[in-house]
């Protein structure tokens, strides 16, 4: 059971890095979205927060976290509505904190994804989270809107804990000591995001696993990732190490976590074209990031590399969508094809608690009483 206070400290909560929350709060956050599972499992209904607004903002492309947002506010009661952000008026320069008072004076909960731009996504929420607090707080309007993150620049929280979520599942007698390689692997397709390898730095050390994130010279992460991931290993009892072979991170690993992103100099570069408005050069800098990408085509996860992981059968995870033939074999996502899927499917319960455990006072009794009326009418 949820220590209840822990519970109680996630209200009004917008957890925008996984490293806002402490440990308590994340632990808590955790066992409320394994609760979320099975009462999701059990069939049991937890509308707790109906007649409310759960608006979301993609500034990016999304399969996965839009459904998930939607199902999470869902099952929650709550009615999911999601827009393009390039349909907003941010694109006709409206501030983040002038958009967070427009859209939380209507909504009950704000989700945002903002993550292309390095040093721009993490900020924008937390100016909206300030837009909205501010004209709350004003007005006196006791309403809770919590900011979810649906991935920044910095981190994809919902994306980490969902992983986390699944590793819990798959080793149920704790993740400590549970050697995971995090490695950059090779991608034609676009420059992607550095924020899902970070977010996965940031929170599985901390939870006690051995990290070995591994990438080719120029593929770096934000420093002050790294130092949260450090700072993590040693409060959590896990580790964490750097090293530039694919090889050297799988060999014996029980875990691979082999994902693309864009080169460091060429997505800092992308700050100051975007910042200008300057489209060629936008075009120009994907080009050159898809021609360095191309230099590493042997950054591949396939059967020769599972060969190195512990008893040559390592599970492999990924966010999706993994670029198959490139990142991956297609063996190895064949075979790990349901695993996959099932750890996609945390994110829909890790949006749950979020939602819930920032808007919903006393909920650790609320969800018993939920699962009570449920046994006693079965009985
Ligand atoms: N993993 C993930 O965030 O998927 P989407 O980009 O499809 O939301």
New binding site residues.
């Given amino acids: 059971m949820t220590p209840a206070n822990a519970t109680e400290r996630l209200l009004g909560k917008s957890a925008l890095l996984t490293t806002d929350l402490d440990d308590g709060e994340l632990d808590a956050l955790l066992r409320l979205a394994e609760r979320f599972a099975r009462l999701d499992r059990a069939g049991i209904k937890t509308p707790l927060l109906e007649c409310e607004l759960a608006y979301a903002v993609f500034f990016?492309?999304?399969?996965?976290?839009?459904?998930?947002w939607a199902g999470a506010a869902s099952r929650l009661g709550m009615r999911p509505v999601i827009v393009d952000g390039s349909s907003t008026q941010v694109a006709h320069g409206e501030t983040a904190s002038e958009t967070g008072a427009m859209l939380g004076m209507n909504a009950h909960a704000m989700g945002i994804?903002h993550d292309l731009i390095l040093g721009e996504g993490n900020p924008f929420m937390r100016e909206v989270e300030r837009g909205i607090g501010d004209y709350l707080r004003e007005t006196e309007d006791p309403r809770k809107v919590p900011v979810i993150n649906?991935?920044c620049d910095v981190d994809?929280p919902?994306?980490a804990m969902a992983d986390a979520l699944w590793l819990r599942e798959r080793y149920p007698d704790g993740l400590q000591g549970l050697k995971v390689a995090v490695s950059w692997a090779y991608s034609p397709s676009y420059a992607k995001p550095l924020s899902?390898p970070q977010g996965l730095a940031m929170l599985l050390p901390r939870l006690g696993c051995d990290v070995r994130l591994a990438h080719p010279p120029g593929y770096q992460l934000m420093d002050s990732c790294m130092q949260a991931a450090r700072t993590g290993a040693t409060a959590g009892g896990g580790s964490f190490t750097v090293v530039d072979s694919m090889d050297e991170a799988f060999a014996d690993a029980d875990v691979v976590y082999p994902k693309s992103w864009g080169p460091w100099d060429l997505m800092t570069q992308r700050v100051k074209a975007n910042r200008e408005g300057d489209a060629m050069a936008m075009q120009d800098i994907e080009r050159a990031c898809l021609q360095r990408n191309a230099q590493h085509t042997d950054w591949i996860c396939d059967e020769r590399r599972i060969g190195l992981t512990a008893g040559g059968d390592a599970l492999y995870m990924?966010?999706?969508?993994a670029d198959i033939g490139d990142e991956v074999s297609p063996g190895v996502m064949a075979r790990h094809r349901l695993n996959v899927a099932r750890e996609?499917n945390k994110?829909v319960y890790v949006i749950m608690a979020l939602l819930a455990g920032a808007k919903i006072p006393g909920l650790d009794a609320r969800l018993d009483s939920l699962s009570n009326v449920r046994t006693e009418s079965t009985r």
């Fill in positions: 990016d492309n999304s399969t996965r976290t839009k459904s998930a994804r649906l991935q994809h919902t994306q899902v990924h966010c999706l969508p996609a994110k």
